[in-house]
């Protein structure tokens, strides 16, 4: 029986998808993309869940990128379009997934597997990690994954990353800002499960409405931008998530010796 490309792990209000190739570094062919993107989509509108975590199985490589072997193999236009779709698919799904989601990394996070991280909402990792885009080295450029990483690197690092394909330490990563957490790589798993589900102690909904705005008001022109902003807030403050915190909130502080 074939192993699955991912597999999904539920811990609480915290599911894991976890890239399930570590023999070859965890790479990222046609089926494992189109694996990720359906499971997304699946915790995306589960109730029970409601922080999604992306990690790898095996401790050399949290993602070393695209299948080489299938990309070396694909025949004409189409068929490559087909591949890099995908891939462009998934990036986009893990946008639209409405829970916040967390990548925690290892090891080698290169080409598609740094893009992965670019793509979710926060990023924890290992010390180990090494960060990079080598696609030049074997004659491709990080098109697709360009897009989530620049936004976070901006367009002078990420060319760079690009036209020279060198790698970056997790210490350098840190420091430009695309990683939030450093732990040691012993403690990635179950420090990177905890941070998760410190995160889904709060409300779903508002967790919810505040990874929409974070995607929607950078795009809006700044005139626009404090009127979406105070129309979401509103919408967060009517909810009953909200009136039950605030309603906590002011209990806790009318007890004697608060």
């Not at 997304?40 to 050399?60: F, H, I, K, P």
């Not at 995607?215 to 931008?225: D, I, M, N, R, Y």
């Amino acid at each position: 029986m074939t192993e699955p490309g991912v597999l999904v792990e539920r811990d609480g209000r915290v599911t894991t998808l976890r890239l399930n190739r570590p023999a070859v570094s965890n790479a990222l062919n046609s089926a494992v993309i189109d694996e990720l993107v359906d499971r997304l989509a699946e915790v995306g509108a589960e109730d029970a869940t409601a922080v999604v975590r992306l990690t790898a199985a095996g401790n050399r490589a949290f993602c070393a990128g695209a299948d080489l072997k299938e990309v070396g193999a694909l025949d004409g236009v189409d068929a490559v379009r087909r591949y890099f779709g995908g891939m462009a698919r998934l990036i986009e799904a893990m946008e639209r997934c409405p829970k916040p989601l967390v990548a925690a990394v290892f090891g080698y996070t290169l080409a598609g597997g740094m893009g992965l991280a670019a793509g979710a909402d926060l990023v924890v990792a290992a010390d180990n990690t090494v960060f990079g885009l080598p696609e030049i080295q074997v004659g491709l450029f990080p098109m697709v994954v360009m897009a989530p990483i620049s936004r976070h690197l901006g367009r002078r690092r990420t060319l760079e990353l690009a036209w020279t394909g060198d790698r970056v330490d997790v210490a350098t990563a840190e420091r430009w800002g695309f990683v939030n957490r450093v732990v040691p790589v012993e403690e990635v798993d179950v420090g990177s499960l905890a941070y998760c589900q410190r995160l889904a102690e709060h409300s779903a909904f508002i967790l919810r409405m505040g990874k929409e705005a974070a995607g929607v008001f950078p795009s809006l022109p700044a005139s626009e931008q404090m009127h979406y902003l105070r129309e979401m807030v509103g919408l967060v403050a009517l909810s009953d998530d909200s009136r039950t915190g605030l309603a906590a909130f002011w209990a806790q502080r009318a007890r004697p010796g608060s």
